[in-house]
Structure formats: C-alpha cells, structure tokens
C-alpha cells in the first residue's frame, strides 16, 4: 500500500498478495464457502519471537524470528527455515500457505508452514549462526516436534542448521529426537537423496513438460536463475539429460555460453570462489537479461516475485518451471498464460524437496534407512503422480497449472477439513 495514495500498486504486492489470490482463484473454482475460504486464508498458529545474538566481538545483535503454521488438516505442519534479510512476516505466511499446498498435491500427509530469521547468513560466523540457530530454536520450541511441525532447510539454512535445530530440540527433552526436522546429516539419521530431491524433482517435471511439448532434451536450451539447493542441481540433471544449460546466475553475477555451460566444472568454480561469476569461457550478462534469453526452459531458482508485469511480456523460453517458491507474481503469471507460455508452479515443480523430506521423518521416525535408489524411484513416482493429476484437471476445466495444482491442493486440504470437522 503506497500510505501517500493509499493504492495498492502492483509493484508493492507481495507473496502474500500472491499467495492469496491463488487461494481465491481456487476457491471460485471449487466453490468454497466464505467461511472455509477464511479458514484456508488464515494461519492457524503464528509465532514472533526476538533472537539475541552474542556476536563473537562480544555486543548484541538481536533479529527477528518467526514461525508460521498455516494449516494441521492433514497431519503436521511441515516447512523450510529461511535465513535471509528479506524475511519478514508476510512473507512467512506466504511460504507457509505454499507449503499447505505443496504437501496436499503430492499427497504427503503433512499441513504447512514455514519459519525465518531476518539476516544475512554470509555476514555471520559458524559459532554466530549456531548461537543464533539455538536460540530461534529455543524460543520456538513449544511449538515444534516430530508430531506438530518439522522443520527443513530452505534459502539460508542446511543440514548443519538442522543439526543444531535437531540437537537444541532434544537436549530439552531429555532424549534424541531425530524426526524434529528433515534435511539432517546423513549420519543423524537424514535420508540419503534429500540433498538433491528438490532439484532431481525440477528436473523430472521439466522433462515432462518437454516431452509434453513436443521438445527433445537433447536439442533444448535453459536458463537456471539461482545456484543454490535447487538451482545448482537442477542445471546439472538437466544437463545430463542433455539440455544445454546456457545461462546461470547467482547474487553475484550471472553468465552465459552459447554451447552451453560444464555445470559440474562450474560447481567447482562456485565451491572455490564462492560464485558463478568469472566462471571460465562463459560472458558475464546483466542477472536480470537471464530471465528472457531465446531458450527453451526457464527455471527461476532463486526468490520469489522475480517474474513480473515489467518482464513477463518479454520472457523467450516456452516453458517456466518454478524451483523457487513464488518466483511469477500473478500479474506476471496471467500474461505468461496469455502467451501460451507453460509455467509448472513451484508446488508441484520443487515438492521434491518435502516428498523426500517426508521419506526421511519416515524413515527418522522407525529409525530405519532406505536405500537411494528407493528414495530416488518413491520420488520419481510421486512426482509424475502429481504432474499427471494437475495435466488431467487443467484439461478438464480448461485451467492454467497452477491454477489446476492449487484447486487440487486446496480441494484436498477442504476434504480433510470437512471429515474432521470444526472443532468444537
Ligand atoms: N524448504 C523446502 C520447500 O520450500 C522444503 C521443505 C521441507 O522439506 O519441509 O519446499
């Protein structure tokens, strides 16, 4: 809202604007009662809490924190922890909500939510972030558990994160509880494939859509934005799938090869220097350029509201698969859909990630390990379940993806909700 005209402009919406237009597109769809509708729009429990930190010069620093558990219909709250400046929390509960979604349409029996601290990991030393891990954990503990919301990675956050969450946790109750959070160390109990899921799973939903299209992999081009958890993987699958992954960006920088570029040799370059940026042969192009180059597959990687009005119109590729959660604005998302331009939504293109997440509490919670190959063949087939079931109802109704994606979520989420009932 701009406090000066009191409109609210396009440009000062945010994921939460997003988030809830998609709920109410859903809800005009399946014809949802007003009250159900504010049910689905209104978390169920949010928490706010201040996170001192003893810097290691020895002054305080205190952050923000929250944790936000959008909905329980269908079993435990399940979501990422975000460490990132940009946290606040509206954004909180938009990822959260997403979440609710995400869970519902690959049919794991989880609710949502999701959970942030505003600052900037990369500012910070390892003893600061487990002190400040420790402490966001300690404050959050009455609400989080194996059986009430489990905690992942997400933007910021890995699997020494969770440790420390894992470790926090049960130093207070006394015994180890390795099904608190997902996306561990191998050695505490995480699944082996959770490290790669979410990217493995943006990669078998892009090659759908490729097939779907009538585009052969080995002659096709993409653009990754992002080269993080998801993006960094997702380059690689799809150029093992013989995709030539032309352009790669990062906070840093961004680059671009015609032939394409050596995503693993690019990995090494990263690890050493920290970026993409400088990478070898490749042209350093402006990051935001990376978004319309004449490929084939867009897969914005990164953060949310990337994809808008202002460059929706000029977006090349044909195909858009959302690794990033909440990367199109709705603006952006109907003038690509006006284009003809398919856009897998992030619930079904990075669920991976919580599909996997899932495996593991499974496998946490029996304190027994699958084998990779299990994990990566239960993943492969939940996710084209997914993209099935949202190909089929957007045909039905004649609906974009996401629109199909989140009516089937939603629907599945009022199911639930109305075989419980309304408590009391
Ligand atoms: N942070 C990931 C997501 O946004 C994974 C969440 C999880 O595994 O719980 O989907």
């Known amino acids: 809202m701009n406090p000066s005209t009191g409109v609210q402009s396009t440009l000062t919406r945010g994921p939460l604007d997003d988030a809830k237009a998609q709920l109410a597109q859903a809800v005009d769809l399946l014809g949802v009662s007003d009250g159900v509708h504010a049910m689905l729009a209104t978390p169920r429990r949010e928490m706010a809490v201040a996170v001192p930190l003893r810097r290691d010069d020895g002054s305080i620093a205190v952050y923000e924190g929250f944790r936000v558990q959008h909905n329980f219909s269908r079993g435990p709250a399940k979501g990422g922890l975000r460490f990132s400046t940009a946290v606040d929390l509206d954004e909180v509960r938009a990822l959260a909500m997403w979440m609710t979604w995400k869970c519902a349409l690959v049919d794991v029996p989880y609710g949502g939510a999701k959970g942030g601290v505003a600052l900037e990991p990369r500012e910070h030393s390892t003893a600061e972030l487990e002190r400040v891990t420790r402490r966001y954990t300690a404050e959050i503990l009455p609400i989080i558990g194996p059986e009430v919301d489990i905690p992942a990675p997400d933007m910021g956050t890995d699997e020494q994160t969770m440790a420390w969450i894992m470790d926090t946790y049960s130093v ?21 494939g959770r490290a790669s899921a979410t990217s493995r799973g943006v990669a078998h939903v892009a090659l759908m859509a490729m097939k779907s299209r009538g585009i052969d992999p080995t002659t096709a081009t993409a653009a990754v934005q992002g080269f993080g958890k998801v993006g960094r993987g997702a380059a690689r699958f799809l150029a093992e799938a013989g995709v030539r992954v032309q352009a790669v960006s990062d906070v840093d920088g961004a680059i671009w090869l015609e032939e394409g570029i050596d995503i693993a040799r690019l990995g090494e370059h990263s690890d050493a220097t920290g970026s993409v940026a400088g990478f070898d042969s490749c042209e350093p192009i402006e990051p935001g350029s990376l978004l319309t180059l004449p490929v084939d597959v867009l897969v914005p990687a990164a953060v949310e509201g990337v994809l808008t009005e202002h460059n929706a119109p000029q977006v090349q590729a044909s195909i858009v698969v959302e690794g990033a959660n909440g990367p199109t604005t709705q603006a952006a998302d109907a003038i690509l859909a006006d284009r003809g331009i398919l856009v897998v939504p992030d619930i079904l293109a990075n669920a991976g990630g919580v599909i996997v997440s899932y495996f593991e509490w499974v496998q946490s919670n029996q304190a027994y390990q699958w084998r990779e190959s299990e994990v990566n063949d239960r993943l492969a087939e939940r996710m084209t379940n997914a993209w099935h079931a949202v190909v089929e109802q957007a045909g039905a109704r004649g609906i974009t993806y996401r629109e199909a994606a989140t009516a089937l979520a939603v629907s599945r989420v009022i199911e639930a909700h109305e075989l419980r009932g309304l408590y009391p």
């Not at 207070?172 to 082996?192: D, E």
Request: avoid cysteine.
């Open 172 to 192: 207070s109750r006394g015994h180890t509880v390795p099904g608190v959070v997902t996306g561990k160390p191998i050695s505490l109990g995480g699944s082996l």
